[in-house]
């Protein structure tokens, strides 16, 4: 049984332009990622931290940021995501539409996962990746959070929950 979380950074773990106190109910932190200031919420950063030591649970990068978030993101923010497989634009071949889309499907296509949680603040817009979706079922939690706030606390217990739950 594996389940796999798809997750992207910019708008997701680290929103654009956070102002005030963060949906956790603590102000945001900031940290230098190597190349540019990251803001994120600690609390977030925790419980991904655990849904990625769940077991049978596969965590993949599919991020513009590519190899830049294990080697860049992940110390600055305490995220234990340095061994986490990222998916590239390179590695989906070229053509129309979304490259992010061409990559998970691929990727979905040779790991065969058993549950896919997809979460990128874009998926909201993007008329091909919602009609994947749809075309998965029950097989797939996609989330598209607000990219000023990124992954909310109902939204990464949605994931959880979704990973955790007995196969369909």
């Not at 332009?17 to 603590?26: A, K």
């Not at 990251?38 to 925790?46: H, K, S």
């Amino acid at each position: 049984m594996t389940r796999t979380l798809y997750i992207d950074v910019d708008g997701v773990i680290c929103p654009f332009g956070p102002e005030g106190t963060s949906g956790w109910g603590s102000g945001w932190q900031y940290s230098d990622a190597g190349l540019l200031p990251v803001a994120y919420a600690r609390e977030l950063v925790a419980g991904l931290n655990g849904i990625a030591a769940l077991a049978g649970v596969r965590c993949v990068w599919l991020t513009s940021w590519e190899e830049l978030a294990p080697q860049y993101l992940c110390p600055a923010i305490n995220l234990d995501g340095q061994r986490w497989p990222f998916l590239t634009a390179a590695r989906s071949g070229a053509g129309a539409g979304w490259w992010k889309l061409r990559a998970i499907q691929e990727d979905v296509e040779t790991t065969s996962p058993d549950a896919v949680v997809r979460v990128d603040d874009q998926l909201a817009f993007e008329a091909d990746a919602q009609a994947w979706v749809t075309f998965l079922g029950r097989r797939l939690l996609a989330l598209s959070p607000d990219p000023r706030r990124g992954i909310s606390p109902a939204e990464l217990g949605q994931m959880r929950s979704f990973l955790e739950q007995p196969l369909f």
